[in-house]
């Protein structure tokens, strides 16, 4: 494999990033949905204030991004990256996000709450994720006041988020767990002890590039250690599974299983129009197989970033043009030959 | 009573999970309670609904009043139905306002309705809260510092130990 291991994060062959989002609310202002206009602006101004200006983040290279003021395709190039949520792309508020140039740091400002900070990590890193995020609350805490009570925590507009205001997340790669159908009593496990585990790119896992998204539903009652620590054992178990079930896999029948992957790597290195739907699931064969070392001269990071890059609206603002469904197929077919051969 | 989960149809299955240790308990039709007991990928039902499907749960078995005086949040306006409808608070005082019902509904979602998670820095604000949500907080504290101190995290349970104390000596002032 390419590179160094730094770069791809702890654990990156079958957990592609971590994250933590901690959801906070100003204390003097109603929840987004119930402030008038001016209390919105407000809030709007004051969260840059105390972010942009803040000397203790002055090494953080920060960028305000005004939601509102973007064309639609923009918008929807950061709900891809998961740079922002689908509520806020759909806001009629005004709302905005201070992204950090290493894209690890995001907070956005009157989504649901006033404010959601959002620290990302490549890899299996959801501890880092939290000590970051921690230490992001405990900065911007100095300056703003958060609406917090002795019994209930953080208070959040939803009561699923009161208390800690934690989400802690992994995105993991489980091809192995599919293709077995084992995913199928993990994913009732995880429902049993309270951890949702959903499909990324839409409902079908297929469809997904066997791409998972897990994530605590409890967050009151609980410490943000314990939520934490609870999510890693369940996350560390799948690992496991996943990992053994690959190794099986490749043992019971090595030619088919690398000539699946070695098929679907010649297809992405050649074919002229692919749909996003085919272009996530070969992704995933190759993803694979890199990491089983049955592909060698490939990088996965770049096989991660095309998962983000191939979907409709990065593929339009790389392209720097509106594209019908057919010209976004053979522009997404050439990008991945460019990146994958590059 | 209709299903708490599809609020469509009729309930006929007593569907219960554990959540945090405690028994969560909800009313389900028979197609629900079946999906329920398997895999739902990003599963289509709004969590508005279904919070305010718990709601009207407990106001059925007697947890509110009827015909109770329009209860509103002198700060944001909402309305105790409005909350009830969206499923969502309109800001920090109405968790004051409504904690006698939130604690029941914080208890099915989270198994749980006291904090003990970070608080901001050393300003400790939090809003003091009437007679019986303390009598919950002691029970909760307690079960925490049960399993603290089986967990042998003696720190913690001295910690907890001390909360339970303050809240003791609050409650046993006359008011
Ligand atoms: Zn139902
Ligand atoms: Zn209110």
Same mark, same amino acid.
């Given at each position: 494999?390419?590179?160094?291991?730094?770069?791809?994060?702890?654990?990156?062959?079958?957990?592609?990033?971590?994250?933590?989002?901690?959801?906070?609310?100003?204390?003097?202002?109603?929840?987004?949905?119930?402030?008038?206009?001016?209390?919105?602006?407000?809030?709007?101004?004051?969260?840059?204030?105390?972010?942009?200006? =803040?000397?203790?983040?002055?090494?953080?290279?920060?960028?305000?991004?005004?939601?509102?003021?973007?064309?639609?395709?923009?918008?929807?190039?950061?709900?891809?990256?998961?740079?922002?949520?689908?509520?806020?792309?759909?806001?009629?508020?005004?709302?905005?996000?201070?992204?950090?140039?290493?894209?690890?740091?995001?907070?956005?400002?009157?989504?649901?709450?006033?404010?959601?900070?959002?620290?990302?990590?490549?890899?299996?890193?959801?501890?880092?994720?939290?000590?970051?995020?921690?230490?992001?609350? =405990?900065?911007?805490?100095?300056?703003?006041?958060?609406?917090?009570?002795?019994?209930?925590?953080?208070?959040?507009?939803?009561?699923?988020?009161?208390?800690?205001?934690?989400?802690?997340?992994?995105?993991?790669?489980?091809?192995?767990?599919?293709?077995?159908?084992?995913?199928?009593?993990?994913?009732?496990?995880?429902?049993?002890?309270?951890?949702?585990?959903?499909?990324?790119?839409?409902?079908?896992?297929?469809?997904?590039?066997?791409?998972?998204?897990?994530?605590?539903?409890?967050?009151?009652?609980?410490?943000?250690?314990?939520?934490?620590?609870?999510?890693?054992?369940?996350?560390?178990?799948?690992?496991?599974?996943?990992?053994?079930?690959?190794?099986?896999?490749?043992?019971?029948?090595?030619?088919?299983?690398?000539?699946?992957?070695?098929?679907?790597?010649?297809?992405?290195?050649?074919?002229?129009?692919?749909?996003?739907?085919?272009?996530?699931?070969?992704?995933?064969?190759?993803?694979?197989?890199?990491?089983?070392?049955?592909?060698?001269?490939?990088?996965?990071?770049?096989?991660?970033?095309?998962?983000?890059?191939?979907?409709?609206?990065?593929?339009?603002?790389?392209?720097?043009?509106?594209? =019908?469904?057919?010209?976004?197929?053979?522009?997404?077919?050439?990008?991945?030959?460019?990146?994958?051969?590059? | 009573?209709?299903?708490?989960?599809?609020?469509?149809?009729?309930?006929?299955?007593?569907?219960?999970?554990?959540?945090?240790?405690?028994?969560?308990?909800?009313?389900?039709?028979?197609?629900?309670?079946?999906?329920?007991?398997?895999?739902?990928?990003?599963?289509?039902?709004?969590?508005?609904?279904?919070?305010?499907?718990?709601?009207?749960?407990?106001?059925?078995?007697? *947890? !509110?009043?009827?015909?109770?005086? !329009?209860?509103?949040?002198?700060?944001?306006?909402?309305?105790?139905?409005?909350?009830?409808?969206?499923?969502?608070?309109?800001?920090?005082?109405?968790?004051?306002? *409504?904690?006698?019902?939130?604690?029941?509904?914080?208890? !099915?979602?989270?198994?749980?309705?006291?904090?003990?998670?970070?608080?901001?820095?050393?300003?400790?604000?939090?809003?003091?809260?009437?007679?019986?949500?303390?009598?919950?907080?002691?029970?909760?504290?307690?079960?925490?510092?049960?399993?603290?101190?089986?967990?042998?995290? *003696?720190?913690?349970?001295?910690?907890? !130990?001390?909360?339970?104390?303050?809240?003791?000596?609050?409650?046993?002032?006359?008011?």
């Amino acid at each position: 494999m390419l590179d160094d291991k730094e770069s791809y994060g702890p654990d990156s062959d079958v957990v592609v990033s971590s994250r933590i989002r901690l959801a906070r609310n100003f204390s003097k202002y109603p929840f987004p949905f119930r402030m008038s206009k001016e209390q919105g602006l407000k809030v709007l101004d004051e969260a840059r204030e105390s972010i942009l200006n =803040n000397e203790k983040l002055s090494n953080e290279k920060f960028l305000f991004v005004d939601v509102n003021q973007l064309d639609s395709i923009s918008k929807h190039v950061l709900v891809e990256k998961h740079l922002i949520s689908p509520d806020l792309e759909e806001s009629q508020k005004d709302s905005g996000v201070i992204i950090s140039q290493d894209g690890i740091i995001s907070i956005m400002i009157n989504e649901e709450d006033h404010l959601r900070l959002q620290c990302i990590f490549k890899g299996m890193n959801i501890d880092k994720a939290w000590n970051k995020c921690n230490e992001l609350d =405990n900065i911007i805490g100095e300056k703003v006041d958060f609406a917090y009570s002795n019994d209930y925590g953080y208070l959040t507009c939803c009561p699923t988020n009161v208390g800690t205001g934690i989400r802690a997340s992994a995105m993991l790669h489980l091809p192995a767990l599919t293709m077995t159908g084992y995913i199928r009593s993990i994913l009732e496990a995880c429902t049993k002890l309270n951890v949702a585990v959903r499909g990324l790119y839409g409902e079908n896992s297929e469809a997904s590039g066997n791409m998972f998204q897990i994530s605590n539903q409890v967050t009151l009652g609980q410490s943000e250690e314990e939520i934490v620590s609870h999510i890693t054992r369940i996350i560390d178990q799948i690992i496991e599974q996943e990992r053994v079930l690959r190794l099986e896999l490749h043992k019971q029948n090595p030619y088919k299983f690398e000539d699946r992957v070695c098929r679907s790597f010649g297809l992405l290195c050649t074919a002229r129009i692919v749909s996003a739907e085919e272009a996530v699931k070969l992704l995933s064969d190759v993803r694979l197989g890199a990491n089983l070392g049955i592909i060698d001269d490939i990088d996965v990071n770049k096989v991660d970033e095309l998962m983000v890059l191939i979907q409709p609206a990065n593929l339009q603002k790389i392209s720097g043009s509106l594209l =019908n469904p057919y010209e976004r197929d053979i522009k997404r077919a050439e990008l991945i030959r460019k990146t994958l051969k590059g | 009573m209709l299903c708490q989960w599809c609020q469509k149809r009729p309930a006929s299955v007593h569907f219960t999970q554990v959540v945090n240790n405690n028994k969560v308990e909800m009313y389900l039709c028979e197609q629900c309670a079946k999906e329920k007991g398997q895999v739902t990928f990003g599963s289509p039902f709004s969590i508005s609904d279904f919070l305010s499907g718990i709601m009207e749960f407990a106001s059925d078995n007697g *947890y !509110r009043i009827q015909s109770e005086p !329009r209860v509103i949040c002198e700060k944001c306006g909402m309305t105790y139905e409005e909350f009830q409808k969206s499923g969502k608070l309109g800001c920090g005082s109405c968790y004051e306002l *409504y904690h006698d019902k939130l604690d029941l509904l914080l208890k !099915r979602l989270h198994g749980n309705a006291v904090h003990c998670g970070k608080s901001p820095g050393s300003k400790q604000q939090g809003m003091a809260l009437t007679q019986p949500k303390q009598a919950n907080e002691i029970d909760g504290l307690k079960e925490l510092l049960n399993k603290a101190i089986q967990n042998e995290e *003696y720190e913690k349970a001295a910690e907890i !130990r001390d909360r339970i104390k303050n809240l003791e000596a609050k409650q046993n002032k006359p008011v």
